[in-house]
């Protein structure tokens, strides 16, 4: 069974299952700005930040959520009838709501919803499970300089089963990455980084108090953290997620490229910072999980103001992109 | 022997001149017009030539158009020679079919696709000529000469055999080295030995002399349509004010007088004579898809000889304005066949790279100079194609790349690793199946050699699932056309369905054949072609025109399409059906017949839940595979009267949708009347497991036994393929695509256009993501607004 068939059923029971088992949310394969080459990016649910741009909201629940496309309904009322629930009901004006609180988790409106608009999100995988999806695409990684990347969330929250999941990867000779936001128990991330080839990483904000009202969590453990994997010489993309209004000042962005240059004196391999200009793609998966998004209106950054931020942050790290 | 080339330097690579800008601007503002000399002309010769066996006619009447064109030099030419009276016109070829013409004269300028212009004077001149060929086209003939049962399957679209039913063959490459290095004249004094040779007493060889004499007539009348372009020049020079353009001309009249009866000796003359003949070739018949094929092995050596002396962005500007010249050259097509080949296209296959016929690195200056000309004018013509071998250096990868990138669809990319084998297994010698181009859309042959008949027809395989669902009757006639094979009510197991799927393709592929064969002996009989036929071996050597089989290797090729819809819908009965009895085959059948109407849900089902080819599922992909075999190995069973096998191709050109609009409703969950899949691509918005699943699921079909070629179609956003590691990327995909098997890939940069199309018609973009880094989503799962910005930001980069 492969992840596009998992899509059709859910079981809880799969939790309980011998073995590390993972929460995925999704296995996305022909990932090109994720750590070098074609990768195939296994995105593991739950993250300790509450990031208001958040690109990726499904993840942040260390749980299954449950997520409706509204435009992909067909009408057909099955998902209603399967509850039960009956958590999935339809309001006067003929819109189906959900009441996400009496949801037990069974995945019978998933399987009754052909047209793909109820879904539940994260399925239950064994290290294996996730090994054997990635390695459809070895071949690719072998002629493009790839491998896979393990994001989130925050995938060490998920510490046995990503430990586990990179050694096996390393042991099938596959190379390995790891897209953290850095937060975490320092005895997690160096585990992690025994079996780690490349790790992507961003810091938000270098200011400790604006990271904290914009994440919900202060920086200092962040760039703690950084620096110690720094310190072991570990090989990383420093990422700066460009949010306008919020990290996007000139200063800001020199201080940030400052730290990237303090990591690499203090013995990382910096293959690159990557500015990722703010992009709106993911609001419309808040109203999917039906959550309110953050930040409604805010728009991209204007192509000429990325581009002067860049150029300052070449003063202080020789390898800055645009978009990864 | 080595296969890698010992060395690549990339040569200079120079950007477009101000004259190839000029030239640029001056096509796009010509609007294409019809000119009727070619008509008129050819109508007289045949009236004067009644009592002439066919050879001998088309001879005189390729004489008589030749001399009569209007020919003229235009601004900024170097290589010279028209098509028609206007560059971008489109003569006419009323001996091949003109009833349609006749009947849309009036629609020509007010059509939506291809639009022509034409005046009253042409119209009346036309409808004059057309009085002659009533009773008399190729068309007409083939009609009767075909069982009556295969032309019927023919008109309900089982089947189309259309192309050269209605036009000339075309799909050929001439030996154009031959001319290049040895000159018409050597042509000319092969065909007088040959002549010589002969017993007139023996009436087989009393038909070989027409047929020599015939290519005597044609190849003198091609050095005379060139001479006239030197006394034209000669004269444009005499009354030329400007001094550099009057050395020009000169220069261009001593060419003319030179090539291409003898020997060419630098670029120019290279390049001009080639010209020529190409030329010549599309204005004796319309059969189009005539190819250049490897262009870069047979004119490098001029270049070679002539680079110390000439400045490079002298040399690419010649070749740019060859490429116009291609562009220039223009065909009308009925309104029906613009829906499907819309563009003016002329598939004229220029394929660059590859092997020599010894095995080793056939890559050269040119084949990075061909590159750089399409990048450079940026024109649908010629097709350009490269050829990937083991030995492919990575700087010429690198160059096709970055034109993949530009978004023209070019160049087209082909393994050699798959097609040396399919074309030795079809009896090429080695070093033939070594020196293979490309013919049309995908088609491999060796050039100047083969008479391959490459686009001999489309079989509509989702047709064929119809009538194997539905007892042999077409549901959209109620007719009874095939054999009785079971239906939907009598199925009892996945087997019977296959049974039946099997029984329908054996039946149409036989009337396929018969129906083509047929159209063969016309063009036999009618419409041999005597200056094509001179630079094909062993035309000459036999006595015998290509039409008549004087080729050295013989093929037909009729393309299979809808593969992935064939594969599709055997994959969901069997699987929803039979395996996990979700569905009932009562429930399937009264959904297909009523298109589903209120059973979305049921076609939800069909399109969502059932395997799907273009996921790397094994499932699905095996299914399609056997779907494809099935079509293959009763094709191959097959003989055509020039004495050649057929062989089987997998490929569309656009006939995906016309065959579409007559088949009902089919288990893939497509909707009645609806186009099929293109190629042997996944059906659009079914491969939602990106472009690596898709590609490892169509390298599991048998591209070798589909000799006649496969199409893939592989579509980017720009957001996949940005920056040094995109080209990186794409290599990575052709790459693995081709070592597990894979026949041509060619790349579609998603544009603007097609993302809007997308928020129309999200059923068949469900498989389109944006890269951005560390985002989950599809494209269709966005909103409108959000949508719209992806839009705005998609021809923008960072």
Not at chain 1, 229 to 255: H, K, S, V
Not at chain 2, 138 to 158: G, I, Q, T
């Amino acid at each position: 069974m492969n992840w596009k068939q998992r899509q059709f059923s859910f079981s809880l029971a799969d939790k309980d299952r011998p073995g590390p088992i993972g929460l995925v949310f999704d296995i996305q394969r022909f990932a090109v700005h994720d750590g070098g080459g074609i990768r195939t990016l296994v995105f593991l649910k739950g993250c300790p930040l509450r990031c208001k741009w958040c690109q990726n909201p499904e993840s942040m629940s260390p749980h299954p959520d449950i997520m409706r496309i509204p435009h992909h309904c067909i009408g057909c009322v099955k998902c209603m009838s399967a509850c039960p629930e009956q958590a999935i009901v339809m309001d006067e004006d003929g819109r189906v709501v959900i009441r996400r609180d009496a949801c037990s988790f069974c995945g019978k409106c998933v399987a009754t919803c052909y047209a793909g608009s109820m879904s539940i999100v994260g399925r239950y995988l064994s290290v294996d499970e996730t090994l054997v999806e990635v390695e459809r695409d070895r071949q690719f990684y072998e002629n493009s300089g790839g491998g896979v990347t393990f994001s989130g969330g925050e995938p060490s929250m998920q510490r046995e089963f990503l430990i586990a999941a990179l050694a096996e990867a390393k042991r099938r000779g596959l190379h390995t990455a790891i897209e953290t936001c850095a937060h975490g128990p320092w005895e997690t991330f160096e585990a992690v980084l025994a079996q780690t080839d490349l790790v992507l990483t961003d810091i938000k904000h270098m200011d400790a108090g604006a990271h904290k009202s914009l994440t919900g969590v202060s920086n200092a453990l962040i760039a703690d953290n950084l620096r110690r994997m720094a310190a072991l010489g570990a090989r990383m993309r420093i990422r700066l997620p460009l949010i306008p209004g919020c990290n996007d000042t000139r200063e800001n962005i020199a201080a940030t490229a400052a730290f990237v240059a303090g990591l690499e004196t203090l013995g990382a391999h910096v293959e690159g910072f990557d500015i990722l200009p703010y992009h709106r793609l993911g609001e419309p998966k808040w109203e999917q999980l039906g959550r309110q998004y953050p930040m409604p209106g805010v728009r991209p950054p204007a192509r000429d103001h990325v581009l002067e931020l860049a150029s300052i942050a070449r003063g202080y790290v020789a390898a800055v992109t645009v978009g990864g | 022997m080595n296969k890698h080339a010992s060395l690549t330097a990339v040569p200079v690579l120079c950007g477009p001149t101000e004259r190839v800008k000029r030239s640029l601007d001056r096509f796009m503002a010509t609007t294409p017009a019809i000119c009727h000399e070619r008509a008129v002309l050819i109508t007289e010769a045949y009236r004067q030539n009644e009592q002439q066996p066919s050879s001998i006619k088309r001879a005189r009447a390729l004489e008589a158009i030749l001399a009569g064109v209007s020919i003229f030099i235009g601004d900024d030419e170097i290589i010279v020679g028209n098509q028609a009276s206007k560059p971008r016109s489109a003569p006419i070829f009323p001996e091949f079919s003109c009833q349609w013409i006749e009947d849309e004269l009036d629609r020509l300028e007010k059509r939506t696709a291809d639009v022509f212009l034409i005046s009253e004077e042409t119209k009346a001149k036309l409808r004059e000529a057309f009085g002659y060929w009533k009773g008399r086209t190729s068309n007409e003939r083939a009609a009767a000469l075909m069982p009556a049962e295969a032309l019927e399957a023919h008109n309900d679209l089982v089947y189309t055999v259309g192309n050269y039913f209605y036009n000339g063959v075309g799909h050929i490459s001439a030996d154009y080295a031959k001319v290049l290095n040895s000159g018409l004249a050597s042509v000319i004094a092969q065909a007088k030995a040959e002549l010589a040779k002969l017993d007139y007493t023996d009436p087989a060889q009393l038909k070989k002399m027409h047929f020599l004499r015939s290519t005597i007539i044609a190849n003198e009348a091609v050095i005379a349509y060139a001479a006239r372009f030197a006394d034209l020049a000669e004269k444009m020079a005499a009354d030329c004010a400007d001094a550099l353009r009057k050395d020009e001309l000169r220069e261009i009249a001593r060419i003319c007088r030179k090539v291409p009866t003898r020997p060419a000796e630098t670029l120019q003359e290279a390049l001009q004579s080639f010209w020529f003949v190409h030329l010549a070739i599309q204005l004796e018949s319309n059969g189009h898809s005539i190819s250049p094929m490897r262009f870069d092995q047979y004119i490098d050596p001029f270049f070679q000889a002539n680079k110390a002396r000439l400045l490079p962005e002298k040399a690419q500007e010649m070749l740019d304005l060859l490429w116009i010249k291609f562009a220039e050259l223009n065909k009308v097509r009925d309104e029906g066949s613009t829906m499907a080949f819309a563009g003016y296209p002329m598939f004229m296959n220029l394929i660059v790279g590859g092997q020599k016929r010894d095995g080793s690195d056939a890559t050269n200056d040119l084949s990075f100079m061909c590159l750089q000309a399409s990048a450079n004018t940026g024109l649908y013509a010629p097709s350009l194609s490269i050829r990937i071998h083991e030995g492919t250096p990575d700087a010429l990868y690198k160059e096709a790349a970055k034109l993949s990138r530009m978004g023209m669809g070019y160049p087209a990319y082909y393994n050699d690793r798959v097609i040396v084998p399919a074309l030795l297994a079809r009896g090429l010698s080695r070093e033939d199946a070594r020196d293979y181009g490309i013919i049309g859309c995908v088609e491999p042959q060796v050039g100047g050699k083969t008479e391959g008949w490459h686009d001999a027809a489309f079989f509509n395989m989702a047709k064929i699932i119809e009538l194997a669902l539905y007892d042999g009757v077409d549901q959209r006639t109620g007719k009874q056309i095939g054999p009785k094979s079971g239906s939907l009510e009598t199925f009892t197991c996945y087997e019977d369905l296959l049974a039946s799927y099997k029984a329908q393709t054996e039946h149409f592929v036989r009337l396929m054949a018969a129906a083509d064969n047929a159209v063969d002996m016309t063009h036999a009989e009618l419409c041999p072609l005597p200056f094509l036929s001179s630079l094909v071996a062993d035309c000459i050597a036999e006595g015998r025109s290509l039409q008549e089989g004087g080729a050295h290797y013989n093929f037909t090729g009729p393309q299979g399409v809808g593969v992935a819809n064939a594969g599709d819908s055997l994959s969901a009965v069997k699987y929803l059906v039979f395996d996990e009895k979700t569905l009932t085959m009562k429930e399937l059948a009264e959904a297909l017949r009523t298109d589903f109407k209120g059973r979305e849900d049921l076609r939800m089902l069909l399109v969502n839940r059932a395997p799907k080819y273009g996921n790397d599922n094994d499932y699905a992909d095996e299914i399609a595979r056997e779907a494809a075999l099935i079509y293959c190995n009763e094709v191959n069973r097959y003989t055509n009267p020039r004495g050649g096998k057929f062989q089987p191709g997998l490929y569309p050109a656009s006939a995906n949708v016309p065959l579409g609009s007559v088949v009902t409703a089919t288990p893939d969950g497509r909707k009645a009347w609806s186009p099929l899949a293109d190629g042997v691509s996944p059906i659009s918005g079914c491969d939602t497991c990106g472009p690596t699943a898709s590609v490892l699921s169509v390298a599991k079909l048998d591209h070798e036994i589909a000799s006649n070629g496969t199409l893939l179609n592989q579509k980017f956003h720009p957001s996949a393929i940005e920056g040094d590691t995109g080209l990186e990327n794409l290599k990575a995909v052709t790459e693995t695509y081709f070592k597990n098997g894979g026949f041509h890939v060619q790349y579609n940069v998603i544009s603007r256009e097609t993302l809007e199309d997308a928020q129309r018609n999200p059923d068949q973009y469900k498989g389109l993501v944006v890269r951005v880094a560390g985002y989950s989503a599809f494209f269709t799962a966005l909103d409108k607004t959000l949508q719209d910005d992806i839009i705005a930001r998609t021809e923008q980069t960072f």
